[in-house]
């Protein structure tokens, strides 16, 4: 039986609620969740990010996405949880099951602290159709968590001007704009993404994120507060705030100081990063702006100092990436023994020898065979498996640099090469390529750009499940807003200076998966009014499973040409062995 499962009903029948629901959040909204918020994990074992649970007394479920079909499955036996599968269709298939499954006058709750008031206001809206209460006051997670780690604090620091090429003060002048624009007195940023974008300052607080706890409020005369923990904050930091025109006040300060602004003072909110608590704490004499937050956008376009310093991060990534695959490739050819967990050590080994390094952007996904059928397996200590001869080895990986995030996908046979998988690889790798060659007109979505991508898998009746590209981050998330190159639509036209991922793939349950995945970047077209991508990432790409005839010769010549670019600008940073190795990796293909 699972006791904490028990628990967490007793009070739920205690606090007179008919269904408790858990998102799998942190009160900023965060992908990434601290230690201290993953509750749904200490709860049933799930590991994925994209998870809602609903507890009542004879049901326990959780919603997720087709990333995490397969993994779900095996987290979830035994925890009296049911996985309850969540497709692009149906993204409000848990509001579907509260309507169907929850009697009039019954009362739903949740910790408002951890939900987005998007999702709150939503839930409101829809489930009053149906006469059911909302309370976002409740928290449960004491019933059953009692070793609850302590909140991760770690010393901030301030990104240069060389690295970002754009000083905060400047960054602030341009929302302060943006708020006068939209006819309001100021700005609530709830994302720890924005304000540590806003103030050019970075952390470690969440694993895999370069950022720190904190709330801020902009307003429209550039005068800004953050909240944050004081004790956290030294005397060069202090500095640097105070000629900012930024008040520091302490973390827990952000509701008293939301009940208490000035009558009818007009606040701008953004629904998706602003948590339900605070929203419902603003003075409700004041005026609230719904909008999109103005930094998304400026933060997704990266400036040409960015730009160029995200250059120079592929070739370090690069060389990171190629002198592991060297060690890789022997090791398997030598018949020594390495398991996926031994792959995730040595290829950061090779990243933390880059002076710019700090940390891993995202747990690394080293899978083999049937580990690689689930788009986001990372390795435990539990199972974790030997990489054999006769197999297929997929390695996503990326790294946080002072000078940019790197997110990459490479896909290596590890022996004899199926036909099947050839077939797949290649179909998978023209997707690819024909995203990297695509020429738009101005004013393009990514789902017109997932569509070019689909169309050679779709041929042969296959597909994939997540996203064709997400936003990169500038030493930020390594998934970034407001764009996607996705099949669900998104709104956001391409622009250049939008970074993102160019990431297809297919998933053979049981024997399998193939992504490969290379970061691009929106540039101006030889055409008037076009757009097109130029290719970032740095790192061959395996022609031994491709099979050329399904290529055409435009196909041919840019794998070729990639490859070609790959030696010619990390070679030099190789050890003999090591250049002769990707000298034979990056022989042309006819």
Not at 350 to 376: D, G, L, T
């Amino acid at each position: 039986m699972n006791q904490k499962l028990q628990k967490i009903r007793e009070s739920i029948q205690k606090s007179g609620v008919e269904a408790y629901i858990i998102f799998n959040t942190d009160p900023h909204g965060s992908e990434y969740v601290p230690e201290d918020y993953l509750v749904i994990k200490e709860l049933c074992g799930f590991t994925g990010d994209n998870a809602i649970v609903i507890i009542t007394q004879n049901f326990a479920g959780l919603w997720t996405d087709s990333r995490y079909f397969i993994s779900g499955e095996i987290e979830l036996k035994n925890s009296e949880f049911e996985l309850m599968k969540k497709t692009s269709e149906s993204e409000s298939s848990f509001v579907s099951w509260l309507k169907n499954n929850i009697k009039k006058g019954s009362v739903i709750a949740f910790d408002g602290k951890c939900t987005m008031s998007s999702i709150f206001l939503d839930l409101k809206r829809k489930l009053s159709q149906a006469e059911i209460i909302v309370n976002d006051k409740l928290d449960l997670t004491y019933t059953f968590w009692t070793n609850r780690p302590q909140p991760k604090i770690t010393p901030m620091f301030i990104l240069d001007k060389k690295f970002v090429g754009e000083e905060s003060k400047e960054k602030i002048e341009k929302i302060s704009t943006k708020i006068i624009e939209e006819n309001s007195d100021a700005l609530l940023i709830g994302d720890l993404f924005e304000i540590a974008w806003l103030l050019n300052l970075r952390a470690s607080d969440i694993d895999y994120c370069p950022v720190f706890r904190a709330f801020m409020i902009v307003f429209k005369d550039k005068k800004s507060m953050l909240f944050i923990s004081k004790q956290r904050i030294n005397t060069k930091i202090s500095d640097y705030l105070s000629k900012l025109n930024v008040t520091i006040c302490e973390y827990t300060q952000i509701t008293s100081t939301l009940e208490h602004l000035p009558a009818k003072l007009s606040i701008l909110v953004d629904t998706a990063s602003i948590n339900a608590h605070l929203y419902s704490s603003i003075n409700r004499h004041c005026k609230i702006i719904e909008r999109k937050s103005p930094i998304q956008i400026l933060k997704a376009q990266k400036n040409n100092t960015e730009l160029l310093n995200i250059r120079k991060t592929m070739i370090e990534d690069g060389i990171a990436m190629e002198k592991f695959f060297y060690w890789f490739e022997n090791q398997i050819e030598n018949n020594k023994k390495i398991t996926e967990l031994d792959t995730c050590q040595k290829l950061l080994e090779y990243r933390k020898k880059s002076p710019n390094f700090i940390s891993e952007s995202f747990q690394c996904i080293s899978a083999f065979n049937q580990h690689a059928a689930m788009p986001h397996y990372a390795p435990t200590e539990k199972d974790n498996i030997t990489i054999e001869k006769d197999g297929v080895f997929l390695i996503d990986s990326g790294g946080q640099y002072y000078t940019g995030t790197t997110d990459l996908t490479r896909v290596i046979p590890t022996g004899k090469i199926d036909e099947e998988f050839a077939i797949d690889y290649t179909l998978v790798l023209k997707a690819n390529i024909n995203i990297a060659l695509a020429k738009f007109p101005q004013g393009t979505i990514g789902t017109k750009i997932d569509a070019i991508g689909r169309i050679h898998l779709w041929k042969y009746g296959k597909d994939f499940g997540h996203g064709t590209g997400h936003g990169i981050g500038f030493c930020l998330n390594v998934h970034e807003g407001p764009m996607a190159i996705t099949p669900s639509i998104n709104k956001v036209a391409f622009v250049p200076g939008m970074v993102m991922s160019n990431e297809p793939g297919i998933y053979i349950e049981n024997k399998y998966g193939i992504r490969i995945e290379n970061l691009i970047t929106v540039i101006n077209s030889k055409y008037p009014e076009f757009y097109e991508f130029e290719t970032l990432t740095l790192c061959h790409i395996d022609t031994r499973p491709i099979k050329t005839e399904l290529l055409n010769q435009e196909e041919k010549d840019y794998i070729n040409n990639y490859n070609e670019k790959v030696y010619k600008i990390l070679s030099e940073y190789l050890t003999d062995n090591e250049k002769q190795y990707l000298k034979k990796q990056t022989q042309k293909i006819n």
